[in-house]
């Protein structure tokens, strides 16, 4: 994760141009201009035709006033997408908004400067939050913006034990156990051998990385494979702490390894720790997450075989409409139109595409087509 030394706030586009503008009144309907994207076998057809049901249902409302926040963890990297995706709902919604983040040089600055941003625009008569939490006690604002008429969706992060109404993101159970459906694919007629997981052993600490390797673990291990855990190490070293680590569980392990997936950005570490072990993406299938560059060079050197990118851009994307929907329709109705793509009473996937290591640059195409690029 990068570390930035000052705060930034950030507005792709057209979103702060219009952030003097209203957002509406007057008794007219709501006008919403939005970009249409182009066809690609990627886009995810199912989610857009919800978007655009969605949007047709606002546009038979009167226009409302109102001021959206999205607060991120960071605006670069994974969260570029998030930013560029909510700019561009803000701006088609015509509505005054910003998309901000902390960029303070620690994790406890950048946390503690989140709730501070978050309490700053309700006293700036924000009246819809986007939010992806940095640490649990931002759950204050969150139940005070709730409580004052003002609804809140946590994106990418969930905080289900705060007054949140929607999740939107990737479901990480369901994530763990597509990526290791994807393993299995790749290990053909194979049904034992060992498996490595890159990904996170710790409830307490990162429940979402967690729940994303257990979902993986459990699903392989359904199939008789025996599947070792190796922590992410979410360090300046860690590519070379957990290559190393791996390369050594490669050689200990009895049975052999046949596969390794990683289970987040980092996945690249597990083709590092093959080529360390003298193995080639033919002796062992090597399964990733997200589209990071060292990924993408794996991908097409033949160590990696596919990836699992999360739709960041729709996290993004489909906040602030919902904000606006949410005042504009009603939550239930809302959450009656979101109803194909909700796991449960709050939680919507936004899903994950899975990409071949042959798909790489049709995938990047698609990126391209979002504006987005690959991240």
């Known amino acids: 994760m990068k570390q930035l030394m000052r705060s930034v706030v950030y507005g792709a586009g057209v979103a702060l141009a219009l952030a003097s503008c209203g957002g509406g009144g007057g008794g007219q309907k709501k006008v919403i201009n939005r970009v249409p994207i182009p066809e690609s076998s990627f886009k995810p057809t199912a989610l857009e035709n919800t978007i655009g049901t969605l949007i047709s249902e606002i546009g038979k409302t009167e226009a409302k006033e109102a001021q959206l926040g999205v607060l991120l963890k960071e605006l670069s990297g994974y969260w570029e997408p998030v930013q560029i995706g909510s700019n561009r709902a803000i701006a088609e919604l015509n509505v005054p908004g910003l998309v901000v983040a902390p960029a303070d040089a620690t994790p406890d600055d950048r946390a503690v400067h989140q709730i501070q941003m978050m309490s700053d625009q309700r006293a700036q008569g924000y009246n819809g939050f986007g939010l992806a939490p940095l ?98 190490t979410w360090t300046d070293t860690g590519d070379t702490e957990d290559a190393e680590a791996m390369r050594d569980m490669i050689a200990a392990a009895d049975p052999a390894v046949v596969g390794m997936l990683g289970l987040f950005s980092n996945a690249h570490r597990c083709a590092s720790a093959a080529e360390m072990a003298n193995k080639t993406g033919t002796d062992i299938a090597i399964v990733a997450f997200d589209f990071d560059p060292k990924t ?7 160590f990696i075989r596919a990836t699992h990118a999360q739709r960041q851009y729709y996290m993004g994307y489909i906040v602030p409409y919902l904000l606006y929907g949410i005042n504009a329709l009603g939550m239930e109705k809302t959450k009656q139109i979101m109803a194909p793509h909700m796991v449960d009473a709050a939680r919507i996937d936004s899903g994950l595409d899975v990409v071949g290591a042959d798909q790489v640059e049709q995938y990047n195409a698609f990126l391209d087509s979002l504006s987005i690029g690959a991240n």
């Open 135 to 232: 640490r649990a006690d931002v759950a204050d604002q969150i139940n005070a913006a709730v409580d004052s008429g003002s609804p809140v969706i946590t994106i990418d992060s969930d905080l289900p034990e705060s007054k949140r109404q929607l999740y939107v993101g990737t479901i990480n159970p369901e994530a763990g156990a597509t990526a290791a459906k994807t393993l299995l694919g790749q290990l053909g007629t194979l049904t034992s051998g060992t498996v490595i997981l890159l990904g996170h052993d710790n409830a307490t600490d990162w429940p979402d990385g967690y729940q994303r390797t257990m979902g993986a673990k459990t699903a392989l291990e359904a199939k008789g494979f025996t599947v070792l855990v190796r922590k992410s």
């Open 296 to 302: 993408l060079n794996y991908m097409q050197s033949g």
